[in-house]
């Protein structure tokens, strides 16, 4: 479409005066709402169709919580893969995002974006991947959206979504860095905020009462802001609203800074026996780190101890998690951290050890005779808790335990939304105008976790297409939304 044609009849329709309050009115075809991997893709996305577009970040900086990520782009190989490990995810969803990760792939190939020629497989226990340059994929998308004649703006603080009577979304209101206020009139707004996870009050009404005693594992920024705005334009609920993504962590820890948001992760916890505070098996070890993270969130003060032997530590506590993540002594780093950590030559020397920390030392051998037994046996349940055919119980000292809380890196309920991306009411009807994509939408991942970068930047892609043909169709039908009004209950924080 044209920029300049589209911009007069803009004009001409709504005027140019800003709103009370307002410095300054903008107009563009669409708005993106924070500049993570689905963000950026749905903006890239919006531009490559022709659209002038807006992408605002209200951080100082640009990327999210992808930006801390190992780069890792993946998730379920098949639909029944994705079904088996995520039963309550939304079908709908899993399906479109399985049949489209091989599109996605080779659109970043084809931008020149570092993508490894080999996949890693078995990641989270059932995913597929391949090792990306995560900050090439931002840069781009980035690139793609000024070179289109839009805009990339960081500080930019939405605060209110316009809407129409008709209950249309017409664009945003934002706040600078500098208390400026900027009114976006747009034909389509993108929700990609990354989730609530900083949302403590929303975060413990979803998750419960140990929900503020989870790590934050994330950008500052996250802080339900789409989810929010949606709701007051609105949009309806999901399921998974008390399931996240998080790795398990050491506890107690000196500081958390970005800078631990990788080294500092358990991701061998999987191979440990993981007991609670009163020395009890509480799932499965075998799940995964990411799914023993939510376990132990509603175990005593979400508090949980690894428990290994030499075998675990010189393999797997020492190994690569994803390719050019790079291989550490994860325990060692968490032992310098500040966790609470024994080390003894014997099992039963350690359980002595782990006694002092105030867990019941007798409770603890059983649990630990009982696991190995199971285990010896080719797996089945102990005390009621599944032994994996996989498992394979403490033997070889010197033995180790490693006191672990949860973090969280982003939620997995949000905003309602289709396969387009399109955020639907509570009658799952569209409301027109809005989209959301990334960890501000929800269902896609259900205490299962169907990925991160993979799923954000394909539900960018939805998103950003969608968007892009709404602003084409209203210029084409000369059917452009009127002035919009302040959402009362979308300011964000």
């Known amino acids: 479409m044209s920029t300049a044609t589209q911009q007069d009849a803009l004009a001409s329709h709504h005027g140019v005066d800003a709103a009370p309050g307002a410095h300054e009115v903008r107009r563009v075809d669409v708005v993106v709402v924070g500049s993570g991997v689905s963000g950026s893709t749905a903006a890239m996305t919006a531009a490559r169709r022709g659209a002038k577009v807006a992408l605002l970040e209200k951080q100082p900086t640009f990327g999210g919580s992808a930006a801390l990520s190992a780069g890792m782009f993946w998730t379920a190989p098949s639909v029944d893969a994705y079904r088996k490990r995520i039963p309550l995810g939304n079908l709908d969803l899993g399906s479109r995002l399985v049949d489209d990760y091989e599109e996605a792939l080779a ?43 839009g805009e990339s703006t960081a500080g930019a603080a939405v605060t209110a979504l316009l809407q129409d009577d008709g209950g249309a979304v017409t664009g945003v209101l934002v706040r600078t860095a500098d208390g400026h206020q900027i009114r976006y009139e747009a034909a389509a707004v993108v929700l990609a905020s990354g989730g609530f996870q900083g949302d403590r009050a929303e975060l413990t009404r979803s998750v419960g009462p140990n929900a503020d005693r ?39 820890l000196d500081s958390f800074e970005a800078a631990h948001y990788l080294p500092y992760s358990q991701y061998y916890s999987g191979s440990t026996v993981l007991v609670n505070l009163q020395g009890k098996r509480f799932a499965d070890e075998t799940d995964g780190d990411e799914l023993l993270n939510q376990a132990v969130t509603f175990q005593p003060q979400a508090r949980g101890i690894l428990i ?19 291989s550490i002594d994860r325990l060692g780093i968490a032992i310098d951290a500040g966790g609470q950590h024994a080390v003894a030559q014997t099992l039963p020397e350690l359980v ?5 920390w105030g867990v019941d030392r007798d409770q603890l051998s059983r649990t630990l005779d009982r696991y190995a037994e199971v285990a010896g046996q080719g797996g089945g349940t ?36 289709n396969a387009q991306g399109e955020a639907l009411d509570h009658d799952g009807a569209a409301v027109p105008g809005l989209y959301a994509a990334g960890a501000d939408i ?16 394909i539900t960018g892609r939805w998103a950003g297409n969608s968007a892009a043909e709404r602003a084409a169709a209203l210029m084409q039908h000369g059917n452009l939304p009127a002035a919009g009004r302040y959402g009362s209950e979308g300011n964000t924080k």
């Open 107 to 149: 659109e970043l190939r084809a931008a020149g974006v570092r993508v490894a020629a080999e996949p890693k497989r078995d990641i989270m226990t059932f995913g597929i991947g391949y090792s990306t340059d995560i900050h090439a994929i931002l840069a781009w998308c980035r690139d793609q959206v000024v070179a289109a004649g």
């Open 214 to 252: 989870l790590v934050l594992r994330s950008n500052p920024g996250s802080v339900g802001d789409g989810l929010r705005l949606a709701r007051a334009a609105g949009t309806g609920g999901t399921t998974a609203m008390s399931t996240f993504y998080g790795h398990l962590l050491p506890y107690p």
């Open 308 to 326: 290994f032997d030499e075998f675990v530590r010189s393999t797997e506590v020492l190994e690569e998690p994803f390719p050019g993540l790079g």
């Open 352 to 356: 002595d050890l782990v006694a002092g």
């Open 382 to 417: 102990a005390d009621g808790v599944p032994v994996s055919a996989s498992a394979r119980a403490p033997q070889d000292g010197p033995f180790y335990a490693l006191m672990v809380q949860p973090s969280i890196t982003f939620t997995f309920g949000g905003i309602r939304t």
């Open 442 to 457: 929800g269902g896609l991942s259900n205490y299962g976790y169907a990925g991160g970068l993979a799923p954000g930047y």
